[in-house]
Nanobody, 113 residues
């Protein structure tokens, strides 16, 4: 059973930065493909970034060049560094593993002046 706990969200001004963290509990993290998703009010949940067990990354076009996903296999952690934040990045952010079906509780990111 995979459990995920996101943290690090908050209120930030446009152009600012935040780093989100995701703590993973469950089977063999180093074999897990991990992703960060977000859901804005009234919109569907969308994939923002993902990282393979080998460290290859993929990003949504809307965040390329601004967001960076990384992982620490020794700590069972995944991170999302978000720079140059825009109001349209406002959403609840979730991390997800390809192992199991559980979602975490999410962490709210609000970009506003």
């Amino acid at each position: 059973q995979v459990q995920l706990v996101e943290s690090g969200g908050g209120l930030v001004q446009p152009g600012g930065s935040l780093t989100l963290s995701c703590a993973y509990s469950g089977p063999i993290f180093r074999f897990a493909r991990m992703g960060w998703y977000r859901q804005a009010p009234g919109k569907q949940r969308e994939l923002v970034a993902e990282i393979t067990p080998g460290g290859s990354t993929n990003y949504a076009d809307s965040v390329k060049g601004r967001f960076t996903i990384s992982r620490d296999n020794a700590k069972n952690m995944v991170y999302l560094q978000m720079n140059s934040l825009k109001p349209e990045d406002t959403a609840v952010y979730y991390c997800k593993s390809n192992i199991g079906t559980n979602w975490g509780q999410g962490t709210q990111v609000t970009v506003s002046s």
